[in-house]
């Protein structure tokens, strides 16, 4: 599962604004929701920018229990 997003950064270098494009997995999602939301605060932008974009992925291997269970 990756997860790609955008995420809008101020002065102080906390997040303004973010996007995530879903991978379709409630709990995945959710992490990476989650982790971008707790990274902050980023490094402030160059000086005299106001704001800056930050793009990137968050990626997942969620281990297949089915097989993990049977052992």
């Known amino acids: ?3 790609p997003y955008e ?3 101020n002065r102080q270098g906390q997040i303004i604004s973010y996007d995530l ?4 997995d409630e709990l995945l ?3 990476a929701e989650a ?9 402030p932008p160059p ?4 704001q ?3 793009y990137g992925s968050v990626n997942f291997i969620k281990p297949n229990l089915s ?3 049977t052992r």
Do not use: N, S
């Open 21 to 24: 494009e879903p991978c379709h």
């Open 7 to 9: 995420v809008v950064v």
């Open 47 to 50: 000086e005299g920018a106001e």
């Open 67 to 69: 097989k993990t269970a």
């Open 29 to 31: 999602d959710a992490a």
């Open 52 to 54: 800056y974009r930050i």
């Open 1 to 3: 599962c990756t997860v």
């Open 35 to 43: 982790a971008i939301l707790k990274a902050q605060p980023f490094a």
